[in-house]
């Protein structure tokens, strides 16, 4: 099973900007579709981003559409999400996680039932 580390996260003001860091252990990584996520305080955890393995696919959530991006380096075993113009309610642990659902993925990329896989987060605190 693959393990996923992200890294990036911190405090930042609003309007500022962070890029989160997925690392992946194992050979198989650029087989995996990833996926970001993010848990606030008593809340359930939301779909962010999502990528095909290739890259050839993202799929953002309304609320980050236009501000965050993710991308991928199958080389080096690492997923990004890039994240501009933050707000407060972007507070959140951020976690990545894997999905080896295959072509059924593309149905629903923002369900955390596809994912497999799941790192221990990063806390990203946007201030006001």
């Known amino acids: 099973q693959v393990q996923l580390v992200e890294s990036g996260g911190g405090l930042v003001q609003a309007g500022g900007s962070l890029r989160l860091s997925c690392t992946a252990s194992g050979r198989t990584f650029s087989s995996y579709h990833m996926g970001w996520f993010r848990q606030a305080p008593g809340k359930e955890p939301d779909f962010v981003a999502a990528?095909?393995?290739?890259?050839?696919?993202?799929y953002y959530a309304d609320s980050v559409k236009g501000r965050f991006t993710i991308s991928r380096d199958n080389a080096k075993n690492l997923v990004y999400l890039q994240m501009n113009s933050l707000k407060p309610e972007d507070t959140a642990v951020y976690y990545c996680?894997?999905?080896?659902?295959?072509?059924?993925?593309?149905?629903?990329?923002?369900?955390?039932?596809?994912?497999?896989?799941w790192g221990q987060g990063t806390q990203v605190t946007v201030s006001a």
């Open positions: 996680a894997t999905s080896r659902a295959g072509s059924s993925w593309y149905s629903s990329p923002a369900d955390r039932a596809r994912y497999d896989s």
């Open positions: 990528i095909s393995w290739r890259g050839g696919s993202t």
